[in-house]
């Protein structure tokens, strides 16, 4: 990570009284002019800015383990901030999954790619090289992660839920429960909290740094072990 970051030019902290970014000790700046051109592998398409999930795409994110921060996002920007954050080089995560919607009359099925959180992105940098993030007003406020290893290991279960391709459910707060360690299936190795609706039985996976939930389904023979 650190070898990745330093190989980016120096960005002077050109900061004015335009407005203001909130670090997590306090406003950390903000400059008036805002960078216009994507990085490469970033493109328009129906008139969002498509990006990949994780930047480099080949990088664990074990491998930034340390080095991560969250950024408090304004609202629909988040493909914006990841596009800024992919032409300067700097390692990011954001969670997109595909939004399944019933529209019509005969209940045509319409596809979207969306932010898993809305108005969060995980990027990994050292503190120390922040100026590099001066150039965006996209966003409001950068959180420290005290836990590293607990956060890595959340988003690791997220990434592992997203290419189920099941249909994903996100809720405010931490579903509390027993955790069970699943050991069969699309989502062996994974710990989380099994809820039952319905008649299905769904895995309960918590991002505490969100304070949010994300549900995935089970399949019924799915064999699981209380920790």
Known sequence: MNEMANTLPYLPDTRNNSGKIEDESGTIGMV??????????????AGKTAVQTRYPAD??????????????????????????????????YLPLHKRRQKIGYYGRIRETEVPLFSGYLCFALDKEKHALLYDTKKFVRIIKVEDQQGFVQELN?????????EDLLVQPGLVPGKRVLILSGPMEGIEGVVVK?????????????FNQSVIVRLDPNTKVETL
């Open 157 to 165: 279960a997220i990434s592992r839920a997203i290419e189920t391709g």
């Open 59 to 92: 990088r664990s994110l074990d491998e930034d383990l340390g080095a991560w921060w969250v950024m408090h996002i304004k609202p629909n920007c988040e493909r914006k901030v990841a596009a800024y954050l992919l032409s300067r080089n700097i390692s990011y």
């Open 32 to 45: 008036e002019n805002e960078s216009k051109q994507p990085g490469e592998g970033v493109r328009k398409t």
């Open 197 to 209: 609706r319905r008649l299905e039985r769904q895995l309960a996976l918590s991002v505490k740094m």
